[in-house]
């Protein structure tokens, strides 16, 4: 094991970043200077810029998650955001502080899940800061991603009677926390314990290991699509489905029986005596595609493979509410991930 | 006092950023979607991005640091980067990690200090990411500039017998930090103590509040100046140097009385007994620009009214050397902040 003072700060960053190859045409410079260079020059090209900050003890708990998932989905979830905006991401920044309990090996892992989303996804690594930390692990990522001029999807272009649609299931990841949560309470205290994870792998891997939707834009492009507003689902449907409503000023109506639920949430939701649905509509870090389309595209949205119509928009006044499977209305409320109170 | 908890994470963003107002055309959307929106599709631009963590108890100590000047330096950091670049800074991004011990009003001063340092410099804020903290106080800032296309400087660039140049003084920044930290140990215990600055406010503002060199990247541009290479002072004028002789596959040469340093950072290394050309050339944090030009701008050079000579572009198997007023060369070694060793 090697103390991260051995390499130095400059050595570190030349060991952690070395492995990653540059994939862009865009990337002109990556790491190793003031800055990175870019060049989006193309005159119908518009530049794209998400960040994230991920801290331990509030965002991950290292206990149960690998440090080569942690890049991973620190990354993913970036790229998740620039797909969001129709986008396709092409460059990372990763900058991390580190306490004195993690050696130069733990945070080649950490790079080696990053490098592997990169790879994945066709991204550059063009920069970053490494620095000590008082206490735990934190990262901050910003992804800087190309969009089409005229293309690009914000969260305020949903009008009345447009259809609301989302991509895969929700609820997993909620549920694959619950269950890492459950078997790390059950092992305290013993040395051999083997979590459980049998016939859950998926809820486990939506929590782990998610992926960014880039074959939901890909088939949004296919079928000729153009989405009026869009966002990926990272806080839970309710939380989203309202940002989008206030940003656009209008309501919406959602069907329950619409909402897409894989079995395995299913299941664990009855084993754990959770409401399936709420964790569905709350749950987060499903870095789904939530997206809106107008009336017309209504037969398109239809032979969509990776998407699917959970409701419409309405006029504001109508409010947002989800729709029950009894045909009550459920005024729906941001209840989903606030890192603040969850303290 | 506001609990940060009572306006929840979307709350705080829209309470911190709503005074922040865009400058740049570039800027096409902000704060308040999954990405910002930029646009630098003219054919001759291209794009610069740096990105810097600042860990409390690590990078800075608030018993001595106010937020607004935290937030304002934190900013212009960033900005020194771009400028090192020979760029035109013009967005950032913004996130923070807080503990319980901040309250809404802290985190608005540092937004004030950030405000007031991009209307400085005309950059927009345009994202971030906010989030509680286990402990203390976590800034990631990343920042989006613009470059002119053949005019980017980049580190490697110098040549033999090219001619090194610094901007303002150095050793400023160091030695406002000692005196710093002596009133604070003076202060220990002490209800009312009063700090005594006087006659050495210039290295108390360049530790608190330093200034990126805008106005040497104008002064270069009117006097028609190519700078070979370039990069900003952060970590001291020794690792600045290996850095562009590393990367150039360069020497140097460096002259002991033409180092740069303010009579202030002179009178409080005599006060601390402390050797004034280490802290010069190993002090860090000056943010001043390193810059080198060929041997035919020498005229020109002469005539900037913002930096000066230092020494010269030399062979590689001549090494790097400082060459001390009674004539010894002294090997440069890196003895700058190296975040890792110093916790």
């Known amino acids: 094991m090697s103390e991260i003072s051995s390499l130095g700060e400059f050595g570190l960053i030349d060991a952690l970043t070395r492995d990653f190859k540059v994939k862009n045409k865009s990337t002109k410079y990556g790491v190793g200077d003031d800055c990175a260079v870019l060049d989006y020059s193309g005159k119908e090209v518009e530049t794209l810029v998400t960040t994230d900050m991920l801290l331990e003890g509030i965002h991950f708990d290292l206990t149960y998650v690998p440090l ?26 990763v900058s991390i ?5 993690f050696t130069v090996e733990h945070i080649a892992e950490f790079y080696d899940g990053v490098r592997l989303a990169c790879e994945q996804y ?15 692990l934190i990262i901050s990522i910003t992804c800087i991603g190309e969009g089409v001029k005229g293309k690009t999807v914000m969260r305020s272009g949903a009008r009345d009677t447009d259809l609301i649609c989302v991509s895969g299931d929700l609820g997993a990841a909620y549920m694959g926390l619950q269950l890492l949560e459950r078997e790390r309470q059950a092992s305290a205290g013993q040395k051999d314990f083997q979590p459980d994870f049998a016939g859950k792998e998926y809820i486990i891997e939506r929590q782990l290991k998610p992926e960014a939707r880039r074959d939901v834009i890909a088939e949004l492009s296919t079928l000729d699509i153009h989405p009026t507003a869009m966002m990926d689902v990272s806080d839970g449907l309710s939380s989203e489905l309202l ?24 299941i664990m939701a009855e084993e754990l005596n959770m409401n399936l649905v709420t964790a569905a509509m709350n749950g987060g870090e499903d870095y789904e595609l939530l997206f809106t389309v107008p009336l017309t595209e209504h037969e398109k949205v239809q032979q969509m493979k990776t998407a699917r119509l959970i409701g419409r928009i309405t006029k504001p006044e109508l409010g947002a509410y989800l729709v029950s499977r009894d045909n009550n209305e459920i005024e729906i409320k941001a209840q989903g991930w606030n890192a603040f109170t969850q303290e």
């Open 68 to 93: 080569r998932h942690l890049g991973y989905k620190s990354a993913v979830v970036n790229f998740s955001d620039v797909y969001a905006m129709n986008g396709t991401p092409r460059q990372i920044t």
């Open 97 to 101: 502080g580190v306490s004195k309990r």
């Open 122 to 136: 066709g991204v550059d690594l063009v920069g970053g800061d490494t620095s000590a930390s008082v206490t735990g």
């Open 243 to 266: 940002h989008i409503c206030h940003d656009s000023g209008v309501g919406c109506r959602v069907y329950e029986d619409r909402i897409p639920i894989d079995y395995q949430t299913a």
